[in-house]
Every structure is written in C-alpha cells, then in structure tokens.
C-alpha cells in the first residue's frame, strides 16, 4: 500500500481538509451578493489586481455575486498632473471644476475601471464595466457649491446590475454618479460602495485597504479588533479613535449595516487572496462588523 | 362648426398624416436591431448630438432596438496634443504603442462614450456604455507589427449586447478590442460597426457622415446615389470612384450585407433628426445599399 | 447643399417635429389599455370606419393596447323593419321580446360586429370578433320585466380579453351579455364599455361620438369643455345641462374614473384620425374628465 | 354486510366497470384536439343541442381539446326567406350575391355560432365563438365567378385556435373565409372542418349526419361500414355507391386522413351521447376511416 | 333503424348515463391533491392490491393528483417472526429496538412499498416510491423512552411530493421519519397520511380499511354514518363509541379537517373500485367528515 | 506587521494555494453530471459511507449535480443467511429465485439504500432514494432461465433523474429492474451505472473499489496505471490481464466512453475523500480511462 501511503505524504489529506472546511461556507454562500470595494491605492501593482481578479472570480465560480466598486484618486492626480491642471482641496476634498471632472471621469471609467475590467477578463470573460451613469445607476446631486461637480448619492438604481448579475456577469463600477438632468458627479467611493450595498441588499460589503483592519488604539498593533457590533463602532467614531481616513468607509459599514446588509468587513488588502481566506475559511483577518 | 374648422387649419390633418405615414414603418420595424456608427467629428457640437440622442430614444420608444458604435479619433489627438505625446500615422493610421492606446482607451471609454451615453440618459436614464472589451465583445488581434497596439476583429460576441437589448437598454460600444491573454487594442470604429451589425443579424447598418451620401463623381453634388446594390458598390469600390476616407464605411457596408445585414445607410448626420425621416417617413436621405 | 435646401423645402423638418412631438406620448402610453367604444352610428360611412380601423391598428402598432366596443342600434332599427318586426319604446328603452333580442343580437354579432373586424383586418389581421356571451365576459341581469330582454351589467370577467390582448390582438366586442342560466340580453354600449374599462383597469376609455364635446350651454358651441374633473361632470349631470342621449355615456365616464380608469374622453368622431390626434399629440380635441 | 349487498345490488359494480373502461381511453387522448363539425340541421332540436354541448364539455373535462365547426344552411334559407331574398341555386350550391353574403354572414355568425356557444356556456362558461375571418383563421378566394361570393379555402391559420385551446377554452367556428383584401366569402362547414382538422393536426376529425354511417349500398340498411381505410373510401366515391350530400364530408375524411389526421368519423348526431360513446367506449357507432 | 334499436339494447344508454354522471366530479376534482391512505392489511390479496393501483391512475388520467400513504404493520410482524426476533408491545404499540427499527424499515421500504409501486406501474409506469427520510418529508422526534424508536411527526415538508406531482408522478411513501441528526423513527401510517394531508392542503383525505364506515353503535351495521361534521366526530372519539383501532383515523381525521383538508373519508376497501364510486359517482359509500 | 506574519505561518497561505487550485476545476465541472457507483463493501463501515456523503454534498455544493449508484450483494448474503435461504451460484452470479429475488429487493431498497440517502442528508437533506422500477428507470429483461430474476438493462429512461437533478436534489438508486408486465429483476450495480451514466451523458462515470485502481501486472503495485485510452482497455480485457471482478466494472467503462461519457474513473474509495481529490486537485489519484 506505498502508493496510498505516498499520497498522504504527498498532502493530499491537507488538502481534502482544506477542501473540506471550506464546503459549509460555499454552500451557506450560494447566490449571495458580495459587494468588494478596492481601491485605488490597489490598483497600481498588477500582480494584486491579478491576485485580486482571481479572487473575485473564483467567488462567482462557486456560486457568489460580487460586485466591484474601484476609487482611483492617485490616478486622477496623476493625470492633471500631467496636464498642468492645478486642484484645489477642501476638508480633504478636491474642489472639482468643469474640467477637472472631465478628467476625473476619463481617467476613473476610461483608464482605472478597464484595468479591474481586463484584470478579470484574463480569468474568465465575464467582467462588465459601468459607470454610475449608466441606465441611472447613481443618482446623485451636488454636496456643495463650493466644492463644485463633487456629489451625493441620492439614489441608487440597482436594476443594471440585478440584469448583470442574472447573466452570471461581474460589475465593475466607476463612482461617477448623474443628475436627472444629465450632469455629471464626482463620488466618494467609499460611499458608494455602501449605497450600492444597501440597494442590492448585500450579504456582505467588503472593504480591502492598506491596514490590517481596525485597532482600538490607532498605535497599537496589538488592538486589532476582529468582531464589533455595529454600535460599538459608532461609539468608536465618535470618539475619535478612528483615523481621518477611515471615517467614508466606517460610516458606510455603519450605514449599510443598519439597513439590512448582513456584515461589513475591513479587510487588509495586501494579504494575497484575503478575499478567500475570509469567506471560505476559518482564518480570521481584518475586521468583522456585525448587526 | 367653427371648432373642427379651427382645428383643421391648425395643421391637424397635416400632423395626421405624418402620424399615418409613419405607421407601416413603425409596424414592419418592430424589434429590428439598427446598428448606428456615430463620427467622433459629430461629438464636438452638443446639439447634434443631443438631437441624435432623442432619435435613438424614439427608435426604442417604438419598437426598434438600436445599438450605437462610436469612435473618437479627433478626441484623441487632442488629448495627445495636451499631454505632449507625438505620433506618427503610416497608410493614414496612427502607430500606437502601449502609452497611445491607453490614452486612446481613455478618450474613448471616458470621455466619448460617456458623453454618448450622459446624452442619451438626459431622454431616458437607457443607454449603458461597452468598451470591445466586455464581456468578450470584440475579440481582436495584432493588424501590423509596425503599427503596434492597432487591432483587427477576429470574432464579435454579441452576448451581452443581446442582454442589454432584452432589457429594453441601449448599447453605446466603444471601438477597443481586446485578445484572449487580456491586450487591448484600438479598433476602427467603421469597420467595428460592420462586424457587430453582421454577428446581430441587424436589419440595418447606418453611418453618419459629414456628407450626404455617396456621389457617381465626387466632385459633382448632382451624382448623389440613392439606392444601389452591394454589387455595384463594390464597383465603385474598385474603379477608385470613392473617397479615401469612405473605404472604411464602404468596405463594412458591403462585407455586412454580403453577410445577411438588411440595409446598409450613409446618411448626412448634419441633417436634424436624419435617422426618424429615413426610417420612419418616405423621405430619401442619403444613400441606401441594398443586397 | 442644395440637396439639403430642397429637403427642407419639401417639408423634412415639419415631418421630424410631429415625430418629435409623438415621442413622450408613445413612450408613456407603451403597454395602457384604452377602451374605444365606436357608435352604431358612426358604422354606416365606410370611409369613417376604414380611418378608424386604421387608427386602431397604429395605436397596437406602437405598443398600446385597444379594446373596441360597439353599439349598432340603427342597424337593429333597420333589421326589425326589414322584416316587419314592430317594436315599442319606453323611456326611450326599446322593450325586447324574445324574438327582437335573437333579431338584435345576429344584427350586432353576425353584422356590425363583423364589418369593424373586417375593417381592422384589411389593415393587419389582428382583430377577434367577441360576444359578451363568450366565455362569461359580460355577466348580466334582467333590467325591467316591462323591457324583456334588457339587460344591466352584472360582472365583467375579463379573462378572455387579457388572453386576446396577451397575444398582440384587438377584441371588438358585441354587448351582448349573459345570465348563468344562459339566457342572452341586450345591453347599452356606452355602458358596457365602461364596466370593460373599469375592469380591465383602462388607462383610458374613449367615447366617439357626433359632437364635438360637452357644451356647458348646449346651445352655444363656443362653451365647449376641454377638461373638466369627474366632480364637475357629475355636476353637470345632475343640473340638467347635459342632452338626454348623453346621459349613458356620462353616467360611464363618471363611474369608470371612479373606479381607476386614468382619464376618459368624449371625441368627435367626425374628425378624421382623431383617436391619433388625441393621444399622439398636443392638439386639444374633445373633452377630457379627469380623477 | 348487508349495505355492501345493496351497493352491489344498486349498480355500484356496473357504474365502476363503466369508469374503468373508459381509463384507458380517456388516458390515451389526453390533450388531443378533436374537431367536430356540428350540421345546421342538428341545431333547430334544443335538446339534442344540449346533448351534443355536455358532451363537448365531458371531452374537455377530461383534458381533449373539441374545436367545433358549424354549418347553418337550413336558417340561413329561413331568414333569406322571411327578408322576401330569392337565390338561385347551381350544381347544389347557392348563387351568393353581395345582400344573400350578408345575411348569410350574419345568420352563421349572429345567429347559430350563438346558439351553440350558449348552449355549452350553459354547462361550463369555456366557449368562445369565431368566424373565419377572426385573426386571419380561413383565408379564402372565389371558387368560380358564377356563383358570387362563395369561396374556396386557400389556408387556415390555426394560431387564434391554439391560443384559445392553450386556455382551455372551447372555439366554435362559423366557416365565413375572408381574403387578404378584406372579401368576406362563404365556405362549405364540411370542407372547412377537414381543412381546420388538417392545419392542427387533429387526432380525431368528427361530422355528426343524421344518418347512421356510410353503407355500402345505400339502400341497405344493414350494409352499415364500420371501419374502412381511406383507399377504400376512394373507391367508394369514385364507383358512385355514395349519396350526393355525402360527399364534401367524404371527400374531406379522404384529404385530412391522408394529411395526417388519425382518425376520421362519420356519426349518427342522433344517437344520444354518440360522441362520449365513441370516444370513451368499446361500442361501435358509425363509420370509422383509418390511414 | 335496427341499428340504433340494438345499440340501445346493448346498454349504451346506461353507459352514456354513467358518463355524464361522472363529468361534474371529474371536472370539480381536475388538479385536486387526495390523499388516500392504504392499509398494510389490503396489500396481501394481490387482486385487491391491482384494483386499488388501477383506481389511482384513473384519478391521475382524469387529472386528480393522488398521493399514496401506506403502513405494513402485519408485514413487519411476519419477517420478525422469520428472523426470530421477538418484540413487546405496550398501549398497542410495538417497543421499537435499533434492530427492529431496522428490519421495520427494510420491509415498508423494500417490500411494501415497492409492492405498491409495482402494482401501479402496471398500469402506468407513473409511481414513484418516497420514504419519509428522503428530501426532508417527515422530520420526526421520539415519542417515548420505553417505546424506542417510535416517532411522532414533527413537521412535514412538502416540497418533494409537489415537485413529483407537477411531473404528474404519483408519490408512493413508507412512513419512516427522520430527526435532524438522521435517527430514522417508525411512524404511525394513519397519523402520517393525515400530516401529509395537511401539509398539502389535500382535497381529500381517504382512509381505505376493513369496515364499511363508521357506525355509531359499533354492534349495529345499521347504524352506519354516512356524513357527519368534525364537531360531530370529536363528540364520538370523546363518548367511547369508537372502536381502538379507529382512534388514530378519526383523530387524523379531525386534526386535517380542521387544518383546512376539504373531506376526510373513512371508506371499506374490500369494495371493487371503491374510490372510483366514492369520486366519481353519487353512491353513498363509508363516512365522510365535513368542516 | 508581526499580524500578517503570523497568518502567514498559520498556514493562511497554503489554504488560499489549494482554494485557487480547485478554481478551475470547480468552474469547468460547474453542473455536469456525475455517475458514481459505491460498492456494498464500501458501506459497512459507516465513517466511510459518512466522508462519502460528505464529498457527495460538496460535488453538489459547488454546482455538480452527483448521481449515486450502490449495490449490496454482502447484504442480501447475510439477510439470506439470516432467514436461512440457501442460494447456489453459477458462472459467480447467484442463482435468484422468486423469494431471493424479494429478500434481496428488500435489502437493497429498504436497508442499504436507506443508509446511503440518511448518510447524504446528515450534511444536507437533498438525497432520494430510488429503485429502478420507479417511473420506469430500469426497464430489464431476463438474462438466463437458469439464473431466474437476474435481469440484464434493455432501456433507462432518465427523465425521473433529469427531473430531481433539476431539482438540485441527488438521486440515490438501488439497481432493481422492472420488465413492462412489472416482473423485477435484480440488476448487476456495476453494469447499470454505466448504463444511466450513459442515458444520461454523464460528464464523469466513477468507480469507488477497495483497489488502488487498475494495474498491468496484477501481482505488481507498481504497474499501477494512471491513465489509459478505452482503446488499451478494450486490450486488457481481452489479453486477461484483469482479475475476474472487475470485468463488470471495466466492460462498462468502455461501453460507457464510447457512448459519449466523458471520463471514466476507477478510484480507491478506502482513501479519504477520495471523491474530492480525484475532481478538484491536481492528485492522480486511481485511474482514468479517455476516449
């Protein structure tokens, strides 16, 4: 009996375990809609996207729905960049003009959501781009004049991605979001990642960052918090334990959370195939924000 | 009966009489799918293109299911120009290495094809944009060594198009292909429109122009063809009759009739609602290919 | 540009603008039931039934739903004189013995009913003759035993005709209806059309009829009504400025848009294509009750 | 046990040997459509009507699928007499002028189709009557210019009958043809029937006559066929042993039989039940044609 | 017309006659869910068991929806005898080991059961044998310690039987029931039948057994009751009236009523074709309970 | 970063390289068909049959759609035993009369079928049992007078199959044939599960044995051979080179690959989840014969 004997050497029973564990997750998950906002941050090292992209595919293989909602704001520097296009930022915002949104839009629809869009199609060929404004996906309205085209979601219209998602297709969305009457909104994608959540009635909104995840004390790697409830991490945001940066997404987990998504998680994107390990797996990672 | 008079004189049987003119139209139309080639050169100005974008929204109101291609060639050397980027054209083609095709990919899916899509949702919220790149749409490969990232069509997968059309949508397709191993390249947008019209099974192929149609003698406006067979288009084809920037156009109208497309259309897009007078009135505009 | 200059001239754009003008109304109107009934009277002109087939039939063409009901008392008057039938009014109700009803019901059915099909058919063969009797679509009871077989409306089963409307087809429906037991009555079309549009839900119910609209003074055709709420028709009713012969109608009009049909309208049959003129256009003809 | 004795005593026993012999017909005709062509003359005796109706609606309960087809020669010669009509008869047939068309239309359609509609609507409200000219069901064209406006079936569209049996609701048929144009023309009820039973596909093609069978010579009564092949009954029409009236039936059993119909049946209208006993038992009734 | 005389006499009349009794309980009952519940008791006699088989697929021909629940309990004994296994009974029920359980489950499953089946795909190979484990049927828990595996239905899940029934399959179950853990349980087949009842909101709910019905005086066959009311039926179980076999009937029998079962029947299958007269026929045979 | 570390070391890395490698494998297999015999040797040990379950609900889990086949000749031996039946055997195969016949049907459906659909709905209740005299998936002959009721396959109608799989519900079948007059046979397991792998083109048609797989040299463990075309196959059994008791297994691989089946596979079901190894990983595992 060598050759049993060699197979087991071999790790085939590591792997039937692996194979194993993961069984109750795929089966509990079949049909669930996932909504993973990455980031622009992400998106420059393409051996991540790729990882990602495989990620993300292998979850609509075993029956999930993910939804992609990408940002872009390195890229978008970069180009009026090299246009000579000077900004101005607010509060953390850019101040958007006319020509500034333009070209904010052509390089978050044109340039970022291709780049998520083909990462994907080289696994399989069923990634389909989109824009807020497409079959009225996001409707949105101005924050504030001052800050010029930057927009509020006021609505979303999830019909466009409930068809996609029927055809076993993947959305990848831009957060260009439009008014009734045609104009175009530059949108927090943080923000609308968690609106798009809300409308699909997600079972889960995932964010991947650049952190482990969230720590009770923003200087200790040791805090890291796994599992929070969802007023827990309200308290946590008035507080003031959190960082700057976090508060769109907090908020968002916060928000989408309280109207019927099932958990948010803040993910560390750098993890290779962290999108697995949380969803078939035992392995904790990142941090979890239940009801 | 002074009322009926009134009403008679106000042009109520003149408005009549339109409304049953374009009956039978309406009738036999019902369900085609009309492949409309939108010039980048017609972008430019916004009240043709608001005005083609009304036309497109009734085509659907009544029936018809079009599907809009569009290119962007001025677009982009425009673009070009802003960021300093040279390039050479070899046979009237642009040599595209890897930086142009993003910028072109750019241009086209960010900037063109949104301003196509933000013009047509202003009418109704309907239209959703594609680049070749989804959903294996536009297959293609390497057209010539010496002209880089510039791609021919293999194969069209109107799969997703026939999706969208389904769920009463518009299509709005961006001219980028892209290869099995995930390479975008541009793709002529005339010759694009004829491959999409042929794996359609369209009813009809319409181009655009910034002419009236096709002349017997270029330099003679008197020798507007109106009707002409695919043979005797390929006629003129060969006896050098035609301009070199129609061969394009000419070439796809002829391959997509030879391949069961009902009509093909080279219409004056200068002239208002050009697309409603030719399909739904007994108007000739234009010239019209028939097999 | 000569060939565009004629193009204008002949009348191009005036063409494009009633196309322009149809398209919000086609577009809202895609998929609305609107019941028409069509007067006996109006039966006789050949050429006045040829227009109104054929305004039926563009109405199906671009998406609406018509139901015809008809009447067809002169043709019953004429029938029963042919064959020496003598018969007595009361109340301006003819008192229908056994004899008259079989007379009437093979005039409406065998008769009129089959010249409006015929008329729809010659335009496109969509058309489906129907009987209140067939299968239990007008349920009825006897009025007053001094009238015989005059029947109210008990029930309204619209079954059959969403079956027919289901299949793209026009029911032209003879107000005949039935008891349980099987015994057929004659029943008023006005009023039979308006119990078919209230329960099939009608977004509108159309009487044509020769005049031109309610008068407020029925003297003086300059106090035509164009719209008036079911509040101010009822009104009217009741403070006797309505002619005799307009009371079924009115009566219907007020009880069907109680009862959710979205508007009802009174139109002058005598108009040419004036269903077309009414529902495609901004031309304001007859008079439309509102909820 | 002397309550199971006075069960048997009771029938019990004979009604369930009934029921079981019928199982495995009723089994095996399961969704069949069966058309039967019901004589103008059956139509005068209300009861025997009223058989005929249950019978018709007994099938149906049990999941065949009747057409019926109607003729109404003898009423239509009663009212043409009592409205002072004189015609002229041809080789048998009826000269049709435009006046004799209309009230022939009228009298089928108005009249007799009634009659039988109600009459099963009396025992289950599933009957819908039609003519010819419904949803283009008979089209057909003049068969010789002496004889006016009768007519020959070109083609039945049985779409309209397959929609109504789709709901398992019960079309009647009277046979007025129309053509493309609009003509209304008269059509033989026999050879419409076979023509009908032809274009669906009948399993079963039924005339109810008031004789008992075909015989093989007529003046013999115990020369009753009970089953015979179609070959034979050519033979039968050309050696002239057949009585005049018999032939559009024959002629029709021979076409549809050899079109593909499974069985055609000559039966005695008379015998009460006569349809429930061929069908649903062994007893031999009338004439059977076999492929 | 000898012909027609001798067909009378040969009781064709008779057989119309029980034809057209039968069409308005065929027509009532079309789609219509029974339950019938067959005792282990019946299955010996083979002869028996064919005619039972050959009811039920005539309820299935005429478009009834039959479901089979049966028991085996002298079937079990008989092998326990065979094995030498001996078994103690308390309150009338068998104390059920592991290895009884066992055996239990081996005959209903693997001999009574496919004896059924069998029996009804001779006649049409439409049977499909269900155990109360499969799909989730019948979850069961233990009813008590001493008794062992004896269970008591839980909760009844009908999805299995619907999805076999809309495949016009006829259901054939054993009555063993399973926990969630996968312990099988012995359940009693009257309860059974009347849970499975309920579960599918059955029309009927028939019990085939040895007697002819109930009586109220159990010494008198005169006092047979041939309708009675649930509240009437409750007062008999509560007097002592009822004989201890019946108890787990009639309580099955009020617990369906109550829950929305149209009727329940206590039958006497030792009747030839007993259902068939009970359905199908205006004999009055064994008990029925009413709301 | 000492978190992500430590991940790293927990093996994170190593799960997520086995989920990607099953990726591919999951998506390709995505609802095909599964035929997988599970011998009756195999079913004794519970832990066994319960990881067997396991792998069974994970294939279904990820999209499969598995179909278990099962014997059990051990069984009936020992129930034979039990009852004291003494059975001869000829050519191997046991001598099978009426009572055998009834004794071994029991045990296979009413013992070990049960087994196997309770194991499967421990870890999800979507097992069915099945016997092939269900709905008519077995239809057999007699195969020898002298060896009584063993039968041999003459059609399998898949269609109760098809309908449960449609179902997402996994059919569990016990090889009991039936000839139309309902006589059963018993059926050998391995040959019918390539006869319904066949019927039903199955993807994959797997055997479970207690070998490693099939070796050149009998005697020598490491002739064991990975992967053959039906070709050498058919050369192997005709040389000798394989031992008496595969021959049913191994004649049905043949007949089952050049039938269209796929693959087929002869796998050593004493390694566990030996089911998964062999379709999601890379592990060659027993062998596997091609086209």
Redesign the interface.
Known sequence: ????QS?LE?G?????A??????PY??SF?GDIVVVKYGGNAIGGSEDLDLFA?DV??MR???MRPVVVHGGGPQIGEMLG??GKKTEFRDGLRVTDAETL?IA???????V??EV???I??H????????G????LIMASERDPELGFVGDVDQV?PG?IH??LA?E?IPVIAT?G?SA??Q?YNINADTAAGAIAEALHATKLVYLTNI?GLRRDVND?AS?VTTLSVDELEGMMSDGSLGEGMIPKVASCVAAVRAGVGRAHIL?G????VL??EI??R?G?GTMVCP
């Open positions: 009996m060598s050759g049993l197979r071999s085939a029973d590591a792997k039937a692996v194979l194993v564990e993961a069984l795929i089966r079949w495989q595919v292998l293989s075993v029956g090299r246009l333009d839009r052509m390089v978050l629809v044109g340039k959501n291709r869009v083909s990462a199609n080289r399989a060929p069923i990634a389909v781009g989109l824009s404004e497409d079959a009225a219209d466009i068809r996609l055809q297709l260009i439009t009457g045609g175009a482990e790697p890291l560390d750098r993890v290779p195939h697995l390990l078939f797996t392995e990672v």
